[in-house]
């Protein structure tokens, strides 16, 4: 069965803190790797993730995949009450109909 | 995703009866996605339709659920005879297909979320 797990589950942090969300997936016919920011509202896209090595920026937050260890980690730099949300990972495979398989969740939360 | 839209936003209903869910892609969008979310849990697929037919049902319960995406008008998912076990968010995602890249991008909708009293 295909599974998508991260780590960790929970995280709470000081506002100005780094912090490094993981994924990783137990899947047959990978295809990319997709992470979202949920805060008590839709799954807001983060970033799409298909070729191993090349890291995805947007502002403060970065993204990579290694596809040979099959996981992806989350960075957000200098952390703010803003980016309290639950963090998805989610897999798409090849073949099926662009279905994603998403993991459980990260729920962070930035203190001042 | 401000373009896909659900409605309602928070529906209740009492044990055996019927909840229907509606979502309206982002435009021109022919793609759409449900996912289940359950107290505490990750999104669960339940059922993949382009317009006027379902591609991929595997992830929809076999019995009460039912889902539609009609030629005019909004994606409909269905629950008839509701318990409190459907009670969850529902969400609804539309396809973006990346020009070029061959990969898909989906958009969600803000969800139901559905009580069953």
């Known amino acids: 069965e295909d599974k998508v797990v991260q780590s960790p589950l929970s995280l709470v942090v000081h506002e100005g803190d780094t912090v490094t969300l993981n994924c990783s997936y137990e899947?047959?016919?990978?295809?990319?790797l997709l992470w979202y920011k949920q805060e008590k509202k839709a799954p807001t896209f983060l970033f799409m993730l298909?070729?191993?090595?090349i890291e995805k920026k947007s502002g403060r937050l970065s993204s990579i995949l290694d596809k040979k260890e099959l996981s992806s980690i989350l960075n957000i730099t200098a952390t703010q009450t803003g980016d309290s949300a639950i963090y998805l990972c989610?897999?798409?495979?090849?073949?099926?109909?662009?279905?994603?398989?998403f993991g459980t969740g990260t729920r962070l939360q930035v203190t001042l | 995703n401000a373009g896909v839209m659900q409605n309602p936003r928070h529906l209740v209903r009492r044990r055996g009866q019927e909840a229907r869910l509606r979502c309206s892609p982002m435009?021109?969008?022919?793609?759409v996605y449900w996912y289940r979310q359950l107290p505490e849990e990750g999104l669960k697929f339940m059922v993949y339709?382009?317009?006027?037919?379902?591609?991929?049902e595997s992830g929809m319960p076999k019995e009460r659920f039912s889902a539609e995406f009609p030629k005019e008008g909004p994606s409909i998912l269905r629950i008839q005879q509701v318990v409190r076990g459907d009670s969850a968010a529902y969400f609804c995602a539309s396809l973006a297909r990346t020009r070029g890249k061959g990969t898909d991008t989906q958009y969600f909708g803000p969800g139901t979320r559905l009580t069953v009293l």
């Open positions: 899947v047959t016919n990978f295809r990319s």
């Open positions: 339709l382009q317009k006027e037919n379902i591609i991929d």
């Open positions: 435009k021109g969008h022919s793609h």
């Open positions: 298909t070729s191993s090595g």
């Open positions: 989610a897999v798409l495979l090849t073949g099926t109909a662009s279905k994603l398989t």
